[in-house]
T-cell receptor
Framework: QQQVKQSPQSLIVQKGGISIINCAYE??????FPWYQQFPGKGPALLIA?????SEKKEGRFTISFNKSAKQFSLHIMDSQPGDSATYFC?????????FGKGTLLTVNP | EAGVTQSPTHLIKTRGQQATLRCSPI?????VYWYQQALGLGLQFLLW???????NRGNFPPRFSGRQFPNYSSELNVNALELEDSALYLC????????????FGPGTRLTVL
């Protein structure tokens, strides 16, 4: 039973473009939604996070958009750079547990 | 400030053996979480320890177990290893009361032959 669905599985973007990764959840009890970035051979690193009472959060080139009624949230990476090439995971949190999406492999071509 | 550390980096075992993985949380963090990252399956929650006690476990068989020591470091034990246990095992830690903000270590790559 997959409670957090992430799409696309992979994404190729040109340098300077916008990368968009989407997630949908089922459990309305989730109360915190982080995004993690993982480089090969490394553990996931917390990138940005949002609570469901906020519709958008921006940190530098990274923005989370949150739609509570649709039970969807997305990560936008503006001005994508080759250094952003990594796997991105969305997650949802409730009761001391993070539930992760299956990840999106982002490749930013120079 | 040092991050979460895990050892060993790589571990190769054969079917039926036991594996022991270790984790040291960020200084000041009292909660430790274990996740399995198998190919194509994303991160699956395994176990949560806080203040030396197991607080929650994911949908894994009892041969996955662990413990947390008084210094908050943790050990994950996997008994009777099966081929499908091959995965990256990630440890995360958090401050008490801030379980939503989990910080991950680099992981231990377990290969079962």
């Amino acid at each position: 039973q997959q409670q957090v669905k992430q799409s696309p599985q992979s994404l190729i973007v040109q340098k300077g473009g916008i990368s968009i990764i989407n997630c949908a959840y089922e459990n309305t009890a989730f109360d915190y939604f982080p995004w993690y970035q993982q480089f090969p051979g490394k553990g996931p690193a917390l990138l940005i996070a949002i609570r469901p009472d906020v519709s958008e959060k921006k940190e530098g080139r990274f923005t989370i958009s949150f739609n509570k009624s649709a039970k969807q949230f997305s990560l936008h990476i503006m001005d994508s750079q080759p250094g952003d090439s990594a796997t991105y995971f969305c997650a949802a949190y409730v009761n001391y547990k993070l539930t992760f999406g299956k990840g999106t492999l982002l490749t930013v071509n120079p | 400030e040092a991050g979460v550390t895990q050892s060993p980096t790589h571990l190769i075992k054969t079917r039926g053996q036991q594996a022991t993985l270790r984790c040291s949380p960020i200084s000041g963090h009292t909660s430790v979480y274990w996740y399995q990252q198998a190919l194509g399956l994303g991160l699956q929650f395994l176990l949560w320890y806080d203040e030396g006690e197991e607080r929650n476990r994911g949908n894994f068989p009892p041969r996955f177990s662990g413990r947390q020591f008084p210094n908050y470091s943790s050990e994950l034990n996997v008994n009777a290893l099966e081929l499908e246990d091959s995965a990256l095992y990630l440890c995360a830690s958090s401050l008490k009361g801030l379980s939503n903000e989990q910080f991950f270590g680099p992981g231990t790559r377990l290969t079962v032959l």
